[in-house]
C-alpha cells in the first residue's frame, strides 16, 4: 500500500546508515567530547556533591563518561542532576524512562514542554513518576554536538547522519530532578535550576531546533 511505503523507506535508510556506521571507521577524537566529570560544584546559589555511579550503571550505557550530582538550594528539596556523554557510542543513550521503570517506577506522566530560560525557549521533555508514595518530576533532554533537542530519535539521526559526513559523533543525555510532592514547587525548582545551569553552560542553550 502506497500509505505503507514511506515509513518503510525511511526506516531502510536509518538501517542503511546504522549498517555504514557501524562497518566503518569511527571519526578520529577531538577537543569537542563532553567530559561529565567536568560538570561544577557551583552552580549559581546552588551547591552540589558528586554521587558515585556504579559499576553496573557505566556497564549498561557502555561508558563511564557518566556525571550524578545532587544541588541543594537552602532548605529546598534537592535537584539530581544526570548527565551521560558519549563520544562514537549511540548505545550510552537512552530514554530515562526505561530506566525508570527498570528499577520499578512507575511513568505518570509524560510530555514535551517548553519553558522560558534566560530569554529563550528550551523545549523538554517531561516526566512524572511514582515509586510507592513518593512522587518526582524530571526534565531532560539529548544533544548531538551543539544541537539539542527533546527526542530520542532526533538525536540518533543526528549522530548517524555526523557519522556519515565524518564528523565527530558526540552527545550528550543530561536529566534533572526533583521530589513532586507539590507540583508547582517541583517546576518551579527545577525552572530555576535550569537557569542556573545553562548561565554556566552557555553553549547548551541553543535549543531552537
Known sequence: MKLARPPFVALAVLAGSTWLLWSGEAPAKTTQ?????????????????????????????????????????????????????????????????????????????RSPITVLVNGTSRRLMRLVISQGP?????????????????????????????AISRKPMSGTLVRISTQADDANAAHRRLLAFLTSFETSHPRLAKADL
Open 134 to 162: 513518593q512522587r518526582y518530576e524530571a526534565w531532560y533532554w539529548f544533544t548531538a554536538n551543539e544541537r539539542v533537542t527533546p527526542n530520542y530519535y532526533q538525536q540518533q539521526l543526528w549522530l548517524v547522519m555526523d
Open 33 to 109: 567530547e563532553v567530559d561529565a566529570h567536568a560538570i561544577p560544584l557551583t552552580l549559581g546559589p546552588w551547591e552540589g556533591k558528586r554521587l558515585e555511579v556504579d559499576q553496573r550503571t557505566v556497564d549498561v550505557l557502555e561508558t563511564s563518561d557518566v556525571a550524578l550530582m545532587e544541588y541543594r538550594l537552602g532548605n529546598e528539596p534537592p535537584v539530581w542532576f544526570a548527565q551521560v556523554a558519549g563520544f562514537g557510542k549511540r548505545a550510552a543513550f537512552h530514554p530515562p524512562e526505561l530506566c525508570y521503570v527498570g528499577s520499578h517506577f512507575e511513568v505518570l506522566e
